[in-house]
Structures are given as C-alpha cells and as structure tokens.
DNA sequence: AAACCGTGGAG
DNA sequence: TCTCCAAGGTT
C-alpha cells in the first residue's frame, strides 16, 4: 500500500488531536459566546486559573444581552481576582455594543469583532476562526515562539510582532482542507510542548524539522525583553484598592482605603487612574440591595468623601 | 511606540 | 527565594 510522509500541517494536526486538552470552550456546541468569554479571562491569564471563572460567568450570563443588562460593578465583581479588570469592563461594554449593533449576536466578522472593546488583533482572529470557522493568522505568544523556534530558529520571539512574524505566520498558513484548526493546533503545541521556559522538545511531533533544534537550542539574543516590576509600583496598589472595593459588602470608608498603602499621594494617584478607568465608579455605584443615602464613599477627586 | 495594566503558579 | 511570564489591549 502506498504510504508518503505525513506533512508538517499534518503532523502538528495529529498530535493536537491526541494530545489536545478538553477545554470547556473547545466542546462542540460551545457558543461563540463563550469562546469570546474564553478569550477575554485568557489574555495574559493562565488556563488553570480561567477555568473555573468561566464556567461561573456563563452560568451567570449565559448571553451577551444578560451581561448587558447587568451593572458593570456585578462584572468587576464577578471577575474576581482574575486580574486586569479593565478586562471586565471591556467584556461588559462589548456585550453592550453585540446587543445595540449586533441584534444581541456575536458577530463573526474579524473587522466587527475587531471594532468591539477590549478585542485587539489577536482576539479578533481567535474568536472569527475558533467560534466560526474563519481562517485568519493568529499570533498569540505562542505561535510566535512555535514558530520562531521551528522556522526562524530563535528561542524566543522579539517583544512585539514583527512584520517578518507577521508573513512568515501567512506563509505558514496550511491549505484549506486543515483550515482553522492550525491555529488552535500550534497555540495547544506552544502551551504544552514547546513551551517558554523549558521546553518537552522529546514530546514534539516536528522537532526533526526545528530550526532551532537543528542550531544547537541557542539561548535567546534579541533586543531586551521589558521586565514587569510589581511590587511598590502602582499597580500594586491598585491591586490592593480594587480588593478593598470589590470585596466590600456596605460602603467603604477613606480609613479602610487608607490601611492599604502608606504613602498618600501614591495611593491617591492610584485611586485616580481607577477612577479615570471606570472601575471604582462601577464599583461604588448605588447597589440594589444595601440601603442608599448618607453611605461614605470614595471620590474621584481624592479617597475622602462620601456617595451623592 | 514604549509603558502601563493584576494575579498567581512554575521553575 | 526570586524571577519569569501567562490565549493582549490600550494609550
């Protein structure tokens, strides 16, 4: 019987289906919906920790138009500590936007998908290709490694894509028969096998064909990667005024946002660019539960004050 | 276009 | 322990 080798597409596509995770977005019958929930918890938030958020935002909101209807505050809430929850709002204002432009629908356009807040170039292409089928590059952190290890030979891609990334991704594109599923295949190979900091190069289906294998796994020599500070910067004390906020049961007092960082004007700074991002207004906005009136809460010119 | 934006787990 | 970084987006 003849028998040929099977092709680069191929093989990735063969181990992801024997190795692929079952991931509650991936099921058939997942509405795009979720995959567009699935894609906004996953920017820069690891799979294990998205996973259980997931599954109580759905049973929650199980569509756009009853996200919409809820108070953003009940999102911020309900994102917990996820991080990044501008993302939260973001969710909540593209399900706003799906229910007053797109009859309550996910669109499944990557032009319209790309216009809705908090849907950047990645999202846009993940959601148009993973909820409908499209064929579009999608160039997460690791396609780009993926690829910059296996055909650009590099241990690590440069901090932001490059143009060559970019063609060499469309090159890459396999023929429409394997159609989308090259895109969810090489980001499930980049998560488990080929992965940042120690690679499972014996598990790989294509490492005969690495670039990067072939020079000898060369250290990464690229431009320097920015390293993220945390700790004394503002975004930690953001962190710790958004959980005094959000886990808030009544109002909060300027002396319970006061114990959370020593240094006033840093945390006044930081309580303003909550403010200006929409956050603490979503967070102290009147609740239907708790009685209203002389309740003491932050304000946007400084953290005294109390709700109009 | 560089910097900023949370949080937690892995190595 | 401490560093790195994780399905990015926005300004």
């Known amino acids: 019987m003849l028998t040929t080798t099977p092709t680069l597409h191929e093989r990735v596509l063969a181990w992801y289906d024997e190795h692929a995770r079952d991931l509650p977005w991936r099921r058939p019958g997942t509405a795009a919906w ?58 909540h204002a593209a399900a706003a936007v799906m229910v007053e432009r797109h009859g309550g629908e996910v669109p499944s356009s990557y032009a319209d998908l790309r ?17 409908f089928g499209g064929r579009h590059v999608v160039l997460d952190t690791n396609v780009r490694r993926v690829l910059g290890r296996l055909v650009g030979g590099e241990a690590l891609p440069p901090p932001a894509v490059t143009r060559a990334e970019r063609e060499r991704a469309e090159a890459l594109a396999p023929p429409d028969p394997l159609g989308p599923r090259w895109a969810v295949a090489t980001m499930e190979l980049g998560a488990l096998v080929c992965t940042s900091r120690a690679p499972r190069c014996e598990r790989c289906p294509v490492l005969d064909a690495c670039a990067w294998q072939r020079a000898g796994a060369p250290p990464y020599d690229g431009p320097a990667r920015p390293r993220q500070r945390y700790p004394g910067t503002d975004r930690e004390v953001r962190g710790r005024l958004l959980a005094v906020l959000r886990d808030a049961v009544g109002p909060v007092t300027p002396a319970a946002l006061a114990a959370v960082w020593p240094i006033d004007d840093q945390r006044e700074r930081a309580f303003a660019s909550l403010v200006a991002d929409g956050l603490v207004p979503a967070l102290t906005s009147a609740q239907p539960d708790p009685a209203p009136s002389n309740q003491r809460m932050p304000d946007s010119s400084g953290e005294t004050v109390r709700q109009q």
């Open 34 to 91: 979720g995959v567009v929930v699935s894609e906004f918890m996953l920017q820069q938030t690891r799979v294990d920790r998205v996973l259980p958020a997931y599954v109580l935002w759905l049973e929650r909101w199980p569509t756009p138009a009853e996200l919409a209807a809820a108070a953003p505050g009940d999102a911020v809430r309900q994102w917990g500590r996820l991080g990044y929850p501008r993302r939260a709002l973001r969710l």
């Open 115 to 131: 216009a809705l807040p908090g849907i950047g170039d990645y999202t846009a292409a993940a959601i148009a290709s993973f909820a």
